[in-house]
């Protein structure tokens, strides 16, 4: 069958590339990725080394001229989570002016400024996006849905752990999808129960099976237009109504939350480790161990704030050294480097403690060994890039039956 063809906005080092090109039906036409806080910007090079750097875009993609973006059916990306309250309205614009740099908005210029849309969209996001900000739980995410339902998509979404469906890291992410009213999935949508959809018959459910229940989910119009919305919705409550699934057409939400249904392999932070590969400089020295242990440790102590207020902190302990037998925790970004830390990972092997390499944080996002291995690359940049990537078989599964749903 054909290849359908793939926008990738936010591209980082290529995650969703590569697991949307290793499921075989997907070929991505143009690429975008800026980092605006840095002069040298090193995933942009990773990308093309790894790509190539036809049809890949490095600048703002606030900038860019939609003419110079081809058609594609599909687009792509992980958007940065960010504050997505709208300002006004503009009568002379098809587009709507929310914070200056807020990426969302850049997504939905291309989806209303482009002659002929994606008919389909696949984005990530962390999952606080659906319950923030605090003082509006899940306003950002109401916003998100209703300017797509503007533009004539109908959206499913649901939560996703990785390390549920047997992958090597415990990594949740909100994975959006969204369906143009051209489709024909939009028009299945319309005309199935939503309890059977984010159940049994929609395309997260198809990847990623969860378990099966009778109870219908919670129901919620938003109807009201942006800019109401991001003044109003919400407000003085404690919770967010979205649950970690749902669907949302024609201005009504059906959402519940959802249990993972999965009995096959499991990777875990074990398997994926270089064995006897390891340089000393990721060893920890044995004078840093109590620093570690300290910062790893549980805490309950006074301290004083910086202009000189004392109060008492507390926290729990983590797991020191890692446990090999789980998938690991979440990989953040400042996971590289030398210094003590209570978020990096640390193992025990007979040569002693030690930090993560960067291939082994590649392995625990699913991607190619030294997928981000480039000369003047460190290997803390490689591992801020992990923090910032995602799982790559969580993209090839959702792909595979995204394309599976639409060739039907």
Known sequence: MKKMNVIELFAGVGGFRLGLEHSGHYKVVWSNQWEPSTKTQHASLVYEARFGSENHSNEDIAQVSIDTIPDADLLVGGFPCQDYSVATTLQNSKGLIGKKGVLWWSIHRILSEKKHPPS??????????????????????????????????????????????????????????????????YKQLEGEDPTEWIHTLGTLAHSFPVVKVVQKPSELRIDRDLVSLSKNFNKRQKLSPFENSGIFINGTVFTSKTLPNYDGPRIVLGDILQNGEVTEDFFLPTEDLPKWEYLKGSKKEIRTSKNGHSYHYSEGSMIFPDALDKASRTIITGEGGKSASRFKHVIATKKGLRRLTPVELERLNMFPDNHTQLRGISDSKRAFFMGNALVVGVIEKIGASLYEKINL
């Open 120 to 185: 389909y969209l696949f984005l990530e996001n962390v999952d606080r996006l659906l319950k923030s900000p605090s003082s509006q739980r899940g306003r950002d995410f109401a916003i998100i849905l209703k300017s797509l339902d503007d533009l004539g998509y109908a959206v499913e979404w649901r939560v996703i752990n990785a390390a549920d469906y047997g992958m090597p890291q415990r990594r949740r992410r909100v994975f959006i999808l969204a369906y143009h009213r051209s489709t024909v999935i």
